[in-house]
Nanobody
C-alpha cells in the first residue's frame, strides 16, 4: 500500500502561483509513476500531469502545459506541482496519485485525499 498526503492548496488571485506537495509513504515510492489529477466543481476528474520513475520525462495536459511543472524527489518521497499563471478555471480539488504503470495506459493504483485550490479574479 502507498499512502499519499497532499498539501499546499489555498486561495490565490488570477496570475498567481502555488506549489502543491504530495508526501508518499509505504512501499518504495521511487518505483511508482506519480502525478496529479483534479476535479473542478460540477466536472469530471481530469488528468493534470505525471512523471515517470527514475527521472523519466514529465508530461502534462494541454490546458496546463507551459504553466505547471511537476517534479519528484524520491529521497523525500515527495512529488510537487508548481503552478504558475493560475486561471479561474484551475479552481479544483487536486489529487495526488501513484501507479505501477504509466498513466497513459492505466489509472493510478493509489490516490490522496485532495487539496483545494481556489483561483479568484
Amino acid at each position: 500500500q502507498v499512502q499519499l498526503v497532499e498539501s499546499g492548496g489555498g486561495f490565490v488571485q488570477v496570475g498567481g502561483s502555488l506549489r502543491l506537495s504530495c508526501v508518499a509513504s509505504g512501499r518504495t515510492v521511487s518505483k511508482y509513476y506519480m502525478g496529479w489529477f483534479r476535479r473542478a466543481p460540477g466536472k469530471e476528474r481530469e488528468f493534470v500531469s505525471a512523471i515517470a520513475t527514475r527521472g523519466g520525462a514529465p508530461y502534462y495536459a494541454e490546458v496546463v502545459e507551459g504553466r505547471f511543472t511537476i517534479s519528484r524527489d524520491d529521497a523525500k518521497s515527495t512529488v510537487y506541482l508548481q503552478m504558475y499563471s493560475l486561471k479561474p478555471e484551475d479552481t479544483a480539488v487536486y489529487y495526488c496519485a501513484a501507479g505501477e504503470r504509466s498513466f497513459r495506459v492505466a489509472l493510478p493504483n493509489y490516490w490522496g485525499q485532495g487539496t483545494q485550490v481556489n483561483v479568484s479574479s
